[in-house]
């Protein structure tokens, strides 16, 4: 027996209990703390570190062109024309630079201030993560007039670094292929990886990124196949965001300068809708819990837009209201990009997508100030329409507030009154809970009956929910179905300087579950839901507590024999195998058009017993992207709307 079975079978705690992982073995033992997880998220993040190391030598001025292409077997390889990872001897390792690159953590060009000014990526343990948890990759390397290649398998160096030949070309090759026996699902999806080159085209204006999908060809023989390039950056960026929108002005609002050698780049522009949406960046990354560069953009605008507004004297009406304008109000239907290069970065957060760096809110305050100060001044007709807009805000948002006052005076909100369609469960603790927001009564009462009363709470909601997408604040709380969703929840609190009225801890339900029929109007007021949610509640989805239940679409029976279906696909195999492949006859086919024609037993079985059923976890993957489909979809304008629905519906009747 070992010393440490000895210590184990003892129960004691010692020496040998601690275990040392070397090289890339903590990052097979724990990949979710590298990547995040093991699904489909942390498969696509491991293009995105690979990209990210071509995209650090396009920061550095070395790299214009990067090739992305998912091969035949789910495989990936990254090409870019960058100055070719060193291939040469390493002073202190005594091995190639390459492989100590591809095996070694925390090693690389972005540690030495001289080579990389910036750098995005993951903190610099990327590549040598993808190649950790690669059953197998290839490095190849062009430069200084040769090829060089290396191989791995699962981190470990099949061979030494060899030349193989002479090229004239320059860069680096990476090809991988995820591992089995790590990842729960090995297969690629084309448009997540799009959106991100996308993301990263506008974000480094000039960088030209291709995306081909080998599994994919056409009649041809070539792939599926798209070019980002961005030749204005973000402002091609906010064109893009806002298509769905109508905006209040024609040009966008550009800023670009550098303090204390700090790059700054902002976009924006307002349009007539009543929501913000802000995205910000550093060094490509998407923070998506802001920072000092987010609250130094808040400052900015605010300081100068209120002293702009001051001076126009168009404020003396508010002030006759005793109406007082917040930071929200000059936000209200504001679309703005905020992009910062950080030699340093440090990220607080629990997903460290929160800068830190305390400078840099001083630095994007100053530059704000500076050309928006230059704008509003050289172009006096849109800059009465930004204050307009202002304007307008600070009355609506004042209208709000007493209509939130009214309501909780009658303790609709805030007090123990609850709404009278829901039906609670007994248990009180919000970890063991769960409520589904049901479309109808029929359907809600069928939920009533089926469900598990310790634990499942039903909310019936009255046909399609307010559009939260088109209109002002003071509507949304107006609304009768929402005040029920805010009460139900419970988390509702009082108002913020900010403006906002969400308290998270006061949720009563850690699972909010949406539950629509599962057909085109299910899926209208699932969408009427989730704006809602995305715009008013964000925090819960991005805390995991939004869910979409799937009902079946059909129940195939055939003598003793069903089965139920939830795809088209499912349909075909199952009556094809009750029917031996259509030699038998008496195979019942029923559709449910709504959850109310089902029985309270078999919504229980199929959508609600959480033994059986499937639940949809609502996240958030990339902010900007979300709220351009949000906006598109549920915004006035119909030709963006129209084309999304014939790229991306199996079937579509756009004329109903």
């Not at 030749?231 to 800023?255: E, H, Q, V, W």
């Not at 998407?286 to 002293?307: A, K, Q, V, Y």
């Not at 607080?348 to 830190?356: C, D, V, Y």
Request: negative net charge.
């Amino acid at each position: 027996m070992s010393e440490l079975e000895k210590e184990q079978k003892s129960g004691n705690y010692g020496a040998a209990n601690i275990q040392v992982l070397e090289g890339l073995e903590a990052v097979r033992k724990r990949p979710a703390m590298y990547i995040g997880d093991v699904n489909e998220r942390g498969l696509h993040h491991l293009v995105y570190e690979v990209a990210d190391n071509s995209i650090d030598e396009a920061l550095a001025g070395y790299c214009d062109h990067i090739e992305v292409k998912i091969l035949e077997d789910n495989s990936i390889s990254v090409l870019d024309n960058g100055r070719g990872i060193p291939t040469d001897m390493h002073p202190k390792e005594k091995r190639s630079a390459l492989e100590v690159v591809m095996t070694v953590l925390h090693a690389g060009g972005k540690f030495d201030k001289g080579t990389y000014k910036v750098s995005g990526g993951l903190h610099g343990v990327g590549v040598s993560c993808v190649n950790a948890l690669s059953e197998h990759l290839t490095a190849e390397v062009f430069r200084d007039g040769k090829h060089f290649i290396q191989e791995y398998e699962r981190g470990i160096p099949l061979y030494p670094v060899k030349e193989i030949g002479k090229s004239d070309k320059r860069g680096t090759l990476i090809t991988f292929k995820p591992d089995s026996t790590i990842f729960s699902t090995l297969i690629y999806d084309y448009k997540t990886l799009a959106t991100r080159l996308r993301e990263l085209a506008f974000l480094n204006k000039g960088v030209k990124l291709e995306l081909s999908d080998m599994r994919e060809l056409n009649e041809q023989g070539e792939p599926k196949h798209e070019i980002f390039y961005s030749a204005n950056g973000l402002k091609d960026f906010i064109s893009y965001l806002d298509a769905g929108r109508t905006k209040l002005m024609n040009l966008p609002i550009c800023m670009e300068g550098e303090r204390n050698g700090m790059p700054v780049e902002i976009a924006m522009e307002y349009n007539d809708g009543y929501t913000e949406n802000l995205h910000s960046y550093v060094n490509n990354i998407n923070t998506i819990e802001g920072g000092t560069h987010l609250s130094g953009f808040r400052m900015g605008l605010t300081r100068t837009l209120s002293d702009y507004a001051k001076k126009s004297g168009m404020l003396e009406k508010l002030e006759k209201q005793k109406i007082e304008i917040k930071g929200d109000d000059f936000r209200e239907g504001l679309t703005a990009i905020i992009s910062v290069k950080v030699a340093e970065p440090q990220f607080e957060g629990q997903t460290k997508t929160k800068l830190g760096n305390g400078e840099v809110q001083a630095v994007v305050s100053q530059v704000v100030s500076e050309m928006l100060s230059y704008f509003l001044e050289e172009h006096p007709k849109e800059a009465k329409m930004i204050i307009e807009k202002v304007i307008l805000a600070a009355t609506a948002r004042n209208a709000a507030r007493k209509a939130r006052e009214m309501v909780q005076r009658k303790s609709v909100f805030g007090g123990n009154s609850l709404p009278g369609k829901l039906s609670d469960c007994s248990d009180k603790d919000p970890a063991l809970c769960e409520i589904y927001l049901v479309e109808g009564d029929s359907a809600g009462g069928t939920a009533k009956k089926g469900r598990d009363r310790r634990y499942q709470a039903i909310l019936p909601l009255r046909g399609k929910i307010l559009n939260v997408e088109k209109a002002m604040q003071h509507k949304v709380f107006d609304s009768e179905e929402v005040k029920n969703i805010y009460t139900a929840l419970g988390v509702y609190g009082e108002e913020t300087p900010e403006g906002k009225v969400l308290n998270t801890e006061k949720l009563r339900y850690h699972k909010v579950v949406i539950m629509t029929d599962a057909d085109v109007d299910g899926s209208h007021i699932t969408t009427l839901i989730l704006t809602f949610f995305f715009r008013y509640m964000r925090e819960l989805i991005e805390n995991g507590y939004v869910y979409i239940a799937t009902p079946p679409l059909y129940l195939i029976k055939s003598g003793k024999n069903e089965r139920y279906c939830w795809t088209e696909d499912e349909r075909a195999k199952i009556v094809n195998e009750f029917s031996d492949g259509g030699k038998k006859k008496g195979v019942h086919i029923q559709r449910y058009k709504g959850l109310g024609e089902m029985s309270d037993i078999q919504l229980w079985e199929t959508t609600m017993n959480p033994e059986k059923r499937t639940l949809r976890q609502v996240n958030i993957e990339n902010a900007s992207e979300a709220d351009r489909i949000f906006s598109m979809l549920m915004g006035d304008e119909v030709p963006p709307r129209r084309e999304f629905i014939e790229t991306n519906a199996t079937y579509a009747n756009i004329d109903a």
